[in-house]
């Protein structure tokens, strides 16, 4: 079965940075589609960023300039390095794998940012 473990979260202070990974176990990883996505409390959980198995990277608006997702498929690993984090960027992030046939979520890595 596929199976996702994030780590990388924490406590940082504003302006810091994060890098969150997320190993993938389980699937075919080079043609998956991956994304990260967090959810704060009380609030719906929202996309972060999506890679597609070609590369191409999409993100949401209130991260562009700051987030950077990227993969390794040697290592079946995504990443999200998050620079010039701020308060509003605090949440519990998540992994998300699309594949052929299903969708599959990570448990989740809190990400706490301090002002």
């Known amino acids: 079965q596929v199976q996702l473990v994030e780590s990388g979260g924490g406590l940082v202070q504003a302006g810091g940075s994060l890098r969150l990974s997320c190993i993938v176990s389980?699937?075919?990883?080079?043609?998956?589609?991956l994304g990260w996505y967090r959810q704060a409390p009380g609030k719906q959980r929202d996309l972060v960023a999506t890679?597609?198995?070609?590369?191409?990277?999409n993100y949401a608006d209130s991260v562009k300039g700051r987030f950077t997702i990227s993969r390794d498929n040697d290592k079946n690993t995504v990443y999200l390095q998050m620079n010039s984090l701020n308060p509003e960027d605090t949440a519990l992030y998540y992994c998300?794998?699309?594949?052929?046939?299903?969708?599959?979520w990570g448990q989740g890595t809190q990400v706490t940012v301090s002002s």
């Open positions: 998300k794998v699309t594949t052929a046939l299903n969708v599959y």
């Open positions: 389980g699937s075919s990883f080079r043609r998956n589609n």
């Open positions: 890679i597609t198995s070609g590369g191409s990277t």
